[in-house]
Nanobody, 124 residues
Framework: QIQLVESGGGAVQAGESLRLSCQFS????????IGWYRQAPGKQREFVAG????????VVATSVKGRFTTFRDNAKNMAYLQMNNLKPEDTAVYYC?????????????????WGQGTQVTVSS
């Protein structure tokens, strides 16, 4: 069974950085594309970034482009979301999720396993 566990969230000031980690467990051959999503109170869960199974293809949402990047280390079963120059509007619970396919996608319905989420709070 595939499990994903996020960590690295916290409370920071605007302009600071955080790195979120996603530990995924399970048979490595089943590990496919990883996506990062976030959900702020009262809002729908939104796509933040995605990375393909090999790590060579990535995409980030327009709202975080130039500030957030994602990468992975399959040897360690880890994926990361590096968040720089954080803004108050980045405050949300951040989730990592897995697709059953190697290609990344923004489509939330294509992800079949989710972590429990980690809170990121950015104050001005």
């Amino acid at each position: 069974q595939i499990q994903l566990v996020e960590s690295g969230g916290g409370a920071v000031q605007a302009g600071e950085s955080l790195r979120l980690s996603c530990q995924f467990s399970g048979i490595p051959s089943q590990i496919k594309a990883i996506g990062w999503y976030r959900q702020a109170p009262g809002k729908q869960r939104e796509f933040v970034a995605g990375i393909g199974s090999r790590g060579s293809d990535t995409v980030v949402a327009t709202s975080v482009k130039g500030r957030f990047t994602t990468f992975r280390d399959n040897a360690k079963n880890m994926a990361y979301l590096q968040m720089n120059n954080l803004k108050p509007e980045d405050t949300a619970v951040y989730y990592c999720a897995k697709r059953p396919y190697g290609r990344l996608s923004r489509a939330i319905g294509s992800y079949d396993s989710w972590g429990q989420g980690t809170q990121v709070t950015v104050s001005s």
